[in-house]
């Protein structure tokens, strides 16, 4: 099947990217909110008062679909506060006071695997999720049932494909031992005969190093894949790399596929191997209004956006992102934490946005879009709230990479308006 | 320190309408100065007039309507200088004037502005005034006759005609109006916007590859009948007005095959020499329908199951 990806050119303005990862200094105060990435929020399992170590869990939930929250330092638990999450949403969040000792909790050994089961626990404790920036719970994706979804191929995830963004990049060139050995790892306990490392052709030196790595294991390919936005989309990704479609409604693993960020899979050997979970993250600190110390930094899970910023040299800034600048979100303070599925935290100077005129049928949004949905024709239906419409125009496809609004010569929001639509068709189903 | 809040994408390709505009007046420049040349100072002065003219419409007419001013968008301006070059190079000025107000006030303004437009304004305004004005609006001026001592000699146009040698057809040295006669021209111009991905390639390829087809077949030279009349301009420039025009690459195809199979006809067997205009305002009507059914099929789409009686 033929299908002609769209997608648009853009700069990639990595200059960060022989940047190597420095350590964060350690912040007098964490904000840990209890939602850290998709699924159910934790209840905290601390008080005020309370003293908490380097790896200690502080939040868990009985849901499935959730994963604790552990202690980045050690300290002192000063509140217990309510939180609300740049999408709205409301959770506890618990605030420690850190001590300056990094006192490791006791309890942190390597994890006992014996079976596929006993993974999946190991995986969810060590408080994972896809560090791509989707944030989806690992044990879950990793938790597909072989009998109805067969997998046979593992996908890495390295395409990186927003501009500024290198921490993903900078994770092969540290860690690369380490990728492997988690990718085979993964593919060892999941019985899953092959996987494709896909990277993006303008990062030749990490698909160098992979290749070097994977030489002697004929199971693992690495597939260097077009520089064009949104190279890292899942579904766009599977379709490079992979050659399939992942249909309406369907999850990658329909397709006999999962796909993993490089990230992930690299702190999931970590894990096995020494036991502490999740509690830093790789974070690119770039853009304009970065003044001095742009770079990568290991950065503790909690860490106030604010530190950073002074840290960097950012004082006149008028926009602050979360992850990359196409698909990354604005906050709205700068008291927000960094959270997990953080990939980078970008500052601009500029806050004037483009004026938005009349469509003038163009039709670039269309060429653009990778899905090859109708951006042009679902911002009519959505204005006019034909919900019929924008169902048989499929906006439910849209992923948001936010292509069609990035072309448009009349700067209309075509992206904001089909996740409006989005949520009018949702809340039309909830009645 | 006060941030702004808005959503992804955080950044915006450098680009706009009033750009997408000047593209277009650029590549229009060569086939203008070519019917300059060609046909003296007064293609110059009614260039200029149906520019001038169609901007001061806009203006006026956005002014009472008190809706947000769009004249630097450079569309208004667009549309006059197409009109200009539809025109007969010696004919009173004032007929411009008479044409923008049909393009910019009747067509464009009427239904809304700048992309709200279902027929082309530049080719409803030449044609009200060939209709209105057959015979002013039928003078064609020999080339260079403003360099010869006596007033303006009137001749045919190639279509008419049917004498012209490829080389001045292709170098615009024949009768016609004041921006359609220079293929050469047109031709550079129509690959500046396919270059600089301003207009894609399918609707001119169709348009012009059907009437060379069907005049194959018909019998008659094809080649004569690509180089002469309108339908470089047409093609190139009208065909591939965003507004009006199908918004996919299939639905640009079949658009320009349909504009092809009407000029042919009406080239062919109708009582009018020329027939690109009202081929194009003919396609321009069927283009929403021409849209529906070209839509694009979206990646992974499932087919949904029939319903009964709606579709």
């Known amino acids: 099947m033929a299908v002609k990806i769209g997608g648009v050119k853009l700069p990639h303005l990595k200059s960060t990217e022989n940047m190597e990862t420095v350590d964060f200094p350690l912040p007098k105060k964490l904000i840990l909110p209890m939602s850290q990435c998709m699924g159910a929020p934790c209840t905290p399992l601390v008080k005020k008062g309370d003293t908490v170590t380097v790896g200690m869990k502080i939040g868990d939930c009985d849901k499935p679909m959730s994963v604790p929250v552990h202690s980045p330092a050690s300290g002192v638990v000063s509140?217990?506060?309510?939180?609300?999450?740049?999408?709205?949403?409301?959770?506890?969040?618990?605030?420690?006071?850190?001590?300056?000792?990094?006192?490791?909790?006791?309890?942190?050994?390597?994890?006992?695997?014996?079976?596929?089961?006993?993974?999946?626990?190991?995986?969810?404790?060590?408080?994972?999720?896809?560090?791509?920036?989707?944030?989806f719970p690992t044990h879950i994706k990793l938790g597909f049932d072989p009998d109805k979804t067969p997998i046979d191929t593992l996908l890495i995830n390295g395409a990186e494909c927003e501009p500024y963004i290198t921490s993903d990049y900078r994770e092969f060139m540290e860690a690369p031992e380490e990728i492997i050995d988690g990718i085979e790892y993964i593919m060892k306990m999941l019985d899953i005969p092959n996987c494709k490392i896909g990277i993006e052709s303008n990062k030749p030196s990490a698909i160098a190093l992979m290749k070097k790595q994977t030489a002697d294991n004929s199971a693992i390919e690495v597939v260097s894949l077009p520089s064009s936005y949104p190279q890292g989309a899942e579904k766009v990704l599977i379709y490079t790399a992979a050659g399939r479609v992942v249909a309406e409604g369907e999850l990658p693993s329909h397709q006999g596929v999962i796909v993993m960020n490089v990230s992930t899979v690299a702190f999931i050997i970590r894990y096995i191997r020494t036991g502490m979970p999740l509690i830093s993250k790789r974070l690119t600190i770039d853009g304009d209004a970065v003044t001095k110390n742009n770079g990568n930094y290991r950065?503790?899970?909690?860490?106030?956006?604010s530190d950073l910023l002074e840290y960097c040299g950012a004082e006149e800034y008028g926009k602050l992102l979360y992850g990359g600048p196409m698909m990354g979100i604005a906050l709205d303070n700068a008291e927000r934490p960094i959270i997990k599925v953080n990939n980078a935290l970008l500052a601009f100077r500029s806050t004037a946005e483009p004026v938005t005129t009349s469509c003038i049928r163009c039709g670039r949004c269309i060429r653009a879009c990778p899905v090859k949905l109708m951006p042009t024709s679902l911002e009519s239906a959505y204005d006019r709230e034909d919900t019929a419409e924008l169902e048989r125009l499929k906006v439910m496809l849209c992923i948001n990479c936010g292509c069609c609004s990035y072309v448009c010569p009349a700067n209309r929001h075509l992206a904001e308006k089909n996740q409006l639509a989005k949520g009018l068709l949702m809340k039309n189903k909830r009645r | 320190m006060s941030?702004?809040?808005?959503?992804?994408?955080?950044?915006?390709?450098?680009?706009?309408?009033?750009?997408?505009?000047?593209?277009?007046?650029?590549?229009?420049?060569?086939?203008?100065?070519?019917?300059?040349?060609?046909?003296?100072?007064?293609?110059?002065?009614?260039?200029?007039?149906?520019?001038?003219?169609?901007?001061?419409?806009?203006?006026?007419?956005?002014?009472?309507?008190?809706?947000?001013?769009?004249?630097?968008?450079?569309?208004?301006?667009?549309?006059?200088?197409?009109?200009?070059?539809?025109?007969?190079?010696?004919?009173?000025?004032?007929?411009?004037?008479?044409?923008?107000?049909?393009a910019i006030g009747v067509t464009k303004q009427l239904f809304g502005g700048i992309g709200q437009n279902f027929a082309n304004p530049a080719i409803v305004g030449r044609i009200v005034l060939m209709l209105s004005f057959t015979g002013h609006?039928?003078?064609?001026?020999?080339?260079?006759?403003?360099?010869?001592?006596?007033?303006?000699?009137?001749?045919?146009?190639?279509?008419?005609?049917?004498?012209?040698?490829?080389?001045?057809?292709?170098?615009?040295?024949?009768?016609?109006?004041?921006?359609?006669?220079?293929?050469?021209?047109?031709?550079?111009?129509?690959?500046?916007?396919?270059?600089?991905?301003?207009?894609?390639?399918?609707?001119?390829?169709?348009?012009?590859?059907?009437?060379?087809?069907?005049?194959?077949?018909?019998?008659?030279?094809?080649?004569?009948?690509?180089?002469?009349?309108?339908?470089?301009?047409?093609?190139?420039?009208?065909?591939?007005?965003?507004?009006?025009?199908?918004?996919?690459?299939?639905?640009?195809?079949?658009?320009?095959?349909?504009?092809?199979?009407?000029?042919?006809?009406?080239?062919?067997?109708?009582?009018?020499?020329?027939?690109?205009?009202?081929?194009?305002?003919?396609?321009?009507l069927l283009v929403p329908y021409i849209d529906r059914l070209c839509e694009l099929k979206p990646v992974g789409m499932k087919k949904a199951a029939k319903e009964s009686g709606k579709v």
């Open chain 1, 299 to 305: 950065v503790l899970v909690g860490t106030p956006v």
């Open chain 2, 137 to 284: 609006m039928s003078r064609w001026s020999e080339p260079f006759y403003y360099k010869n001592e006596y007033d303006s000699v009137s001749t045919a146009t190639p279509l008419v005609s049917g004498n012209a040698d490829y080389m001045s057809l292709f170098l615009g040295t024949t009768g016609g109006c004041i921006g359609e006669t220079c293929a050469l021209a047109l031709i550079l111009g129509g690959l500046i916007l396919i270059f600089t991905r301003t207009i894609t390639p399918h609707a001119p390829i169709a348009f012009i590859g059907t009437v060379a087809l069907l005049t194959f077949i018909a019998g008659d030279d094809p080649l004569y009948a690509i180089l002469s009349g309108g339908l470089m301009l047409g093609a190139f420039f009208m065909a591939t007005d965003y507004a009006t025009t199908p918004l996919t690459e299939k639905g640009k195809l079949i658009f320009g095959i349909g504009c092809g199979l009407l000029t042919f006809a009406i080239r062919k067997f109708g009582s009018y020499p020329e027939g690109v205009s009202f081929s194009i305002l003919l396609m321009n």
């Open chain 2, 3 to 102: 941030l702004n809040v808005s959503p992804s994408p955080h950044i915006h390709d450098n680009i706009s309408t009033r750009k997408v505009m000047l593209t277009v007046i650029i590549s229009l420049l060569p086939a203008c100065i070519a019917g300059v040349i060609i046909f003296g100072p007064m293609a110059l002065v009614n260039l200029c007039v149906c520019t001038a003219s169609s901007v001061f419409f806009e203006y006026i007419l956005r002014r009472i309507m008190k809706k947000p001013q769009t004249i630097s968008d450079m569309s208004a301006a667009v549309t006059g200088l197409l009109l200009g070059m539809n025109l007969p190079p010696e004919i009173n000025p004032l007929f411009g004037v008479i044409g923008s107000f049909v």
């Open chain 1, 79 to 135: 509140e217990i506060t309510d939180y609300r999450l740049s999408n709205g949403a409301s959770c506890k969040a618990v605030v420690i006071e850190t001590d300056g000792q990094q006192t490791v909790c006791p309890d942190i050994k390597p994890p006992q695997i014996t079976d596929r089961k006993s993974f999946l626990d190991a995986v969810r404790e060590s408080g994972c999720c896809g560090l791509g920036g989707a944030g």
